[in-house]
Nanobody, 115 residues
Framework: QVQVVESGGGLVQAGGSLRLSCTAS????????MGWYRQAPGKEREFVAR???????NYADSVKGRFAISRDNARNTIYLQMNSLKPEDTGVYYC?????????WGKGIQVTVSS
């Protein structure tokens, strides 16, 4: 089992920045990918960014150039630096951890961007 805990959300004005953190614990020896998804009110959950064990990254087109994902393997932690935030970035952000035995989700953390 893997436990996933997110932190760092909050309220920010458009154009501002936030940094999210996600830490995995438990059976962390089998982690392959870690990433972020988000869900806006009334919408489906969507992919935001992910990072592999060796540091390869992928981003949704909507956040390229504004968000940066990074990883601290020693702490089993990933970060999502979000800059130039827009109201449409508002939603609950979920951390996703993919292991050789399945995938795990955090409970989510609210990010609200005011216009």
């Amino acid at each position: 089992q893997v436990q996933v805990v997110e932190s760092g959300g909050g309220l920010v004005q458009a154009g501002g920045s936030l940094r999210l953190s996600c830490t995995a614990s438990g059976s962390v020896f089998s982690i392959n990918l870690m990433g972020w998804y988000r869900q806006a009110p009334g919408k489906e959950r969507e992919f935001v960014a992910r990072i592999s064990l060796i540091g390869s990254t992928n981003y949704a087109d909507s956040v390229k150039g504004r968000f940066a994902i990074s990883r601290d393997n020693a702490r089993n932690t990933i970060y999502l630096q979000m800059n130039s935030l827009k109201p449409e970035d508002t939603g609950v952000y979920y951390c996703n951890v993919v292991t050789s035995r399945g995938q795990y989700w955090g409970k989510g953390i609210q990010v609200t961007v005011s216009s």
